[in-house]
């Protein structure tokens, strides 16, 4: 089992910056990757950002390049989301998600990750 704790969130500007961080403790070894999702109010939740630990790799919805960087220690259990240049559109529940070994996958597929965090609220203001 795989317990994760998301934080950084809270209450931004447009245009600001926020960091979000993501630890991961319990059975942690033989991960292939972590991302985030979000969900906004009234909408499904999407794919933001994943890192898969085989390269490192880092892929990111269309939405959000340029803009948001995910970066991971793998040694820490640990994952990360800078967001730069922040919208209102950008308002959402922020989760971390995980995976456990796999030789297939999809990353932007959230049935893929086995487990979430609780996630953290990220408001921005117009």
């Known amino acids: 089992q795989v317990q994760l704790v998301e934080s950084g969130g809270g209450l931004v500007q447009a245009g600001g910056s926020v960091r979000l961080s993501c630890a991961a403790s319990?059975?942690?070894?033989?991960?292939?990757?972590m991302a985030w999702f979000r969900q906004a109010p009234g909408k499904e939740r999407e794919f933001v950002a994943a890192?898969?630990?085989?390269?490192?790799?880092?892929r990111y919805t269309n939405s959000v390049k340029g803009r948001f960087t995910i970066s991971g220690d793998n040694a820490k259990n640990a994952v990360y989301l800078q967001m730069n240049s922040l919208k209102p559109e950008d308002t959402a529940i922020y989760y971390c998600?995980?995976?456990?070994?796999?030789?297939?996958?999809?990353?932007?597929?959230?049935?893929?990750?086995?487990?979430w965090g609780q996630g953290t609220q990220v408001t921005v203001s117009s």
């Open positions: 998600a995980s995976v456990g070994y796999r030789t297939f996958y999809v990353y932007s597929d959230q049935n893929t990750y086995q487990y």
């Open positions: 319990g059975r942690t070894a033989d991960s292939s990757a």
């Open positions: 890192l898969e630990w085989s390269g490192p790799i880092s």
